[in-house]
Every structure is written in C-alpha cells, then in structure tokens.
C-alpha cells in the first residue's frame, strides 16, 4: 500500500503548528476527540455566511439549500457505512446521544426481568444508559469479562444468553485497551436466538472500513468528532424495521406527521428521530470530514496507524517498569499504560510540560478499571497526522518523565 503523504496531510491541520509550553507540540489524545482539517472549518464558515437558514421548514432558497446539504452528508454516511437506506441514518448529537435513543426507545419495548449483555470494557456511555432503564422497571445487566490480555471471554459471552437477553450493547474497539472485539461473530452468535446487537463504534469508524450489512450490526453508534469532523454531531444507524418498532426518543418540531390535541402522528423515518432542529452546519461540513477519510482510504489510515501502535510499543517495553494494558492480538489506536507504581496524573503533567499531549485517567470505563485493579492510566492514541518523530518525541519525553519520578 502506497505510504501517506504526511507533509501534505499535516498542512492540512494548521493547529499542529502551535507550541505548548514552549515546545512543539505533539498531540496523542485523538481517541478523546481528532483534530480537524481546515476546509472541514472552512465549510464551518461557508455555511454560516451564505445559507445558515433552518433545514426542512422552508420554501425559501436558502432554506432549501441548507436541507440539500444536510441531506447529502446523510447520503454520504450511508454510502461510508453501507447502509441500505438513508431511511436508517438518524443524526444525534454524538455517540452517546445515539445509544441514549436506543435505550430510552427500545428500551421502551423491555420488560421486567429482561437482560441485556455487555461486556466489562465497555465506555460508561454504554452502560449508564441501559442502567437508567433499571429506573422503571428491572432490566438485568449481564456483563461478559475481559481476559487478562483484553480480549473477550467469548465462552463467556456464548453462555449468558438465554430466553429473557433482549439486547446485546458491545463497542467495536475498546478506548482504554485498544481491543477490536470479533463484533460480526459475536452478531452472528445473538442473531441465533433472535437477540439484536448494539455497537458502540466510536472509537472504531475512524481506524476500520465499517460495512454495517456485513457485519449485519442491528445498530451502530458513532461520532463525528472522533472522526476528523466538527463536534456534537453523532449517528445512529439502525435497521429500518427495528427504528419502525420503535417509538420516538423526543417530541417536537420535525418528528411529526401532524399534531392536534386529539391525535398526533410521526414523521416517517428517519425524521421520526430527530426532533427540533439539528446542527445542521456542522453536519454540512461533516460531509467534508468524510471526504477526507475517503480522499486517503481508511485501509491506508489503519494502516499507518498500526505501524505507529507497533512502533511506540516497542519502545515503551524498553522502559524499565513499563505496564501496558490490553495486548490483544487484534488491537488498533491506542495505547494505556502505566510506569510502576506512578500516578498516572503525575505523568500526564509531566508530558504536557514537554509538548505531548495525552489522556489520563479512568477513561470512562470505572468498571473497566475496577477489573484491572487500578484507578486509571496514561493513555496515547494515534491518528493520520502523527509521524515517527512524534512517537520519538514521546518515548524520549516518557524517559525522562519515569527519571524525574525515579
Ligand atoms: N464509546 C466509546 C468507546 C468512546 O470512546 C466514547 C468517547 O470517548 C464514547 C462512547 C462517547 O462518545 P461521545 O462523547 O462522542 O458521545
């Protein structure tokens, strides 16, 4: 595969040129949230100044406008995750808006007593949500651990099904482990007693050719941000005859058919989910984010990242003490890890003293971190515009940070 061209790829994010604390800096925080090139901010403006009119209520041009804009990037997430329909790409306002929707509208449909797998690496925005439900009636969580190399224990997995799962809620790629979890097989296996499957692919969309047909996912979450895109924009995908069952998450302008106080009727699908009025700016230019992806292949983005995950961990197993959590053959974007007994706090400072930016901390996966025994970690993730220098720059800056600790 033809090798990117990083130069050209980092003029692109102009934010890269600026210093912290005086250094240059390196930022290994895109797990958290991606960097964005300049003619996705661009566009930002564009729509702004020339047609920032309300999408779907209007005759006027510019109203008009702006719907055709918000609807082709609709066009362009179905294309980027072969989805059947546009009929089954709902915007939301992130990941967790998306899960959000399925637990509050699904979840309507659950029973008492009914459950729900998860595993024990999942993000508390695929926990807390399904928790909720437990508000109004009983809804068993039944959790699928993580093995000591953080992968899944499948048997594990395979045996927690039985007549009341209703659900199965699974990430794609663990954010604190970096584990890309066997997501179509473990559908395959819940689709044999009918259970349908949610997958939290935040962290997988921007590191994995997702084809939400292959993988026959029922559901799929993920966010823009996370994906080289402007923020507080999310999609929800989800199969049409699911999202038909299913009654709307909120009420108001745009997910109607129409309203009196006698009777009210919803819009079709996928309007029934989407109520009030979106961020239609920003998911205008998020068509260019994806533009983007496509311009250099997500294969080829993977690719380049990998070999920065392999070469940074080489070089973190050099340094004395060095703990790294999640090894799982099948791993992608990101690193955690702790120095003997170092607060993982302590080291972050550090680093960011020296330019480099990474994540510390529980990672929002306390649950996670109780099974680790631990109270969180470094974390550093990777994205298209980090270069070798700056996995140099980081291991060299972790030496001196694990000296200066002693
Ligand atoms: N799920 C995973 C695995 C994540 O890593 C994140 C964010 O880091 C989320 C869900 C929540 O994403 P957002 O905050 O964009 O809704």
Known sequence: ?????????????????????????????????????????????????TCKANVHRGVHTLSQEATDLQEATRESVR?????????????????????NLVASSYGSLLENGEEIIV?????????????????????????????????????????????????VAICHVSNVLGTV????????EAHQYNVPVLVDGAQAVS???????????????????????????????GKRH????????????????????????????PFKFEAGTPDFVGIAAFKKAIEFMQRYGVERIAEHEKELLNYATEQMNTIPGMR??????????VISFLIGNEHHYDMGMLLDKLGIEVRTGHHCAQPLMQALKIDG??????????TKEDVDAFISALRRVAAMLG
């Open 324 to 333: 790294i959590f999640g090894t799982a053959p099948q791993k992608s974007g």
């Open 377 to 386: 970690t470094v974390r550093a993730s990777f994205a298209i515009y980090n």
């Open 1 to 49: 595969m033809e090798n990117l061209d990083l130069v050209q790829i980092r003029s692109e994010f102009p934010i890269l040129n600026r210093k912290v604390c005086d250094k240059p800096l390196v930022y290994l925080d895109s797990a958290a949230t991606s960097f964005t090139p300049q003619y996705v901010v661009d566009e930002i403006a564009r729509v702004y100044s």
């Open 242 to 269: 699911l999202l038909k069952l299913m009654p709307p998450y909120q009420g108001g302008g745009e997910m109607i058919g129409t309203v009196s106080f006698k009777k009210t009727t919803y819009a079709e699908l």
């Open 207 to 237: 590191h994995h050719k997702i084809d939400v047909q292959d993988l026959d996912a029922d559901f799929y979450a993920f966010s823009a941000h996370k994906m080289y895109g402007p923020t507080g924009i999310g999609v929800l995908y």
């Open 119 to 167: 595993t024990e690496m999942e993000h508390h925005a695929n926990i807390v949500p399904w928790q909720l439900l437990g508000h109004n009636k009983r809804i068993i969580l039944r959790v699928v651990p993580v093995k000591k190399d953080g992968t899944l224990d499948m048997e594990s997995y395979r045996s927690l099904f039985n007549e009341r799962t209703k659900l």
């Open 79 to 99: 294309e980027f995750i072969n989805a059947k329909s546009i009929q089954e790409i709902i915007f939301t306002r992130g990941t967790t808006e998306a899960i």
């Open 181 to 188: 979890n066997p997501v179509k097989e473990m559908i395959a």
